[in-house]
């Protein structure tokens, strides 16, 4: 089967429509990626559908209509990029268009949230199925994470058709506290690459970069504290950074909880916070 075959809108629309047909219940889903840009006319064609879904029954019903329409799992690799997007389930039909359908968390990376989800809009909407695009901002950072060469590309075309690059911050933030990783640094780099490569410079690019390097640090202290490194001045020698630098990291993680501070000896020192 010939995996570089591209489908246009219309044939989407078409495979909703008996999608729809098939469910026996009302279902909802999220669309993302290339299909959701089709949807928005930044696209012509793609090779698949991202699909996401916010509960376990909603995902069951969905993977087993798509099995009573024809589609089934593919034969063989699905090749490496997109094996890395680690979908819940992929399904293709004899046409070679595929579903990749990912529950609640996307290419294990982010999560399906509440300001996600305000922020999509009605793709097609019967009684068995709801089908919602997210917006373009989270499509931008959701293709910031994924680490393809090929999704800068549409990074640099969702930018030019105009974005809020507020909401892209904010999401970022949320989804960085929600999961724990330095999802800033991802969109950083995507962000460098953008301006450099695309010659298209975002407004948000020096903030989310900071806030990188501050995260990444806090990681660093975190680490270190746990291991015995206690003070500022063995902190800011161990690093090689100032020890102003470190005492900026110091008092963020303490005001978030993640640090303690025993003051009792002229040289303060630090452990991390019991969590019971």
Request: contains cysteine; charged residues 30%.
């Amino acid at each position: 089967m010939i995996r570089s075959q591209k489908f246009n809108k219309r044939y989407i629309e078409n495979e909703l429509e008996k999608l729809g047909a098939a469910l026996p219940k009302r279902t909802r889903v999220f669309v993302t990626g290339g299909a959701a840009m089709e949807f928005y006319g930044l696209k012509e064609a793609t090779k698949d559908i991202d699909i996401v879904v916010g509960k376990r029954t909603d995902f069951r019903r969905l993977v087993s209509a798509l099995l009573k329409l024809g589609y089934r799992r593919p034969k063989g690799s699905v090749g490496a990029k997109y094996a890395k997007m680690k979908a819940s389930a992929i399904l293709e039909n004899t046409d070679g268009f595929r579903w990749d359908v990912f529950e609640c968390v996307i290419a294990r990376k982010l999560s399906l949230s509440q300001g996600m989800i305000d922020r999509s809009h009605v793709l097609y909407n019967t009684p068995t199925l709801h089908v919602r695009s997210l917006s373009k901002e989270d499509i931008f950072l959701l293709k910031s994470v994924t680490g393809r060469d090929l999704d800068l590309e549409d990074m640099s075309i969702i930018a030019e058709s105009g974005v809020n690059w507020n909401q892209v911050k904010i999401e970022c933030h949320a989804q960085a506290s929600r999961t724990g990783g330095i999802w800033e640094d991802a969109l950083c780099e995507k962000l460098i690459d953008l301006r450099e490569r695309m010659k298209i410079a975002a407004p948000i690019e020096k903030s989310i970069c900071q806030i990188a390097d501050q995260r990444i640090l806090e990681n660093w202290v975190m680490r270190k504290v746990g291991a015995g490194i206690n003070t500022v001045t063995d902190l800011a020698r161990d690093a090689a950074e100032p020890e102003s630098v470190i005492r900026k990291a110091i008092s963020r993680l303490i005001r978030r909880g993640d640090l303690t501070v025993d003051r009792s000896k002229k040289m303060h020192r630090f452990r991390p916070t019991e969590r019971h």
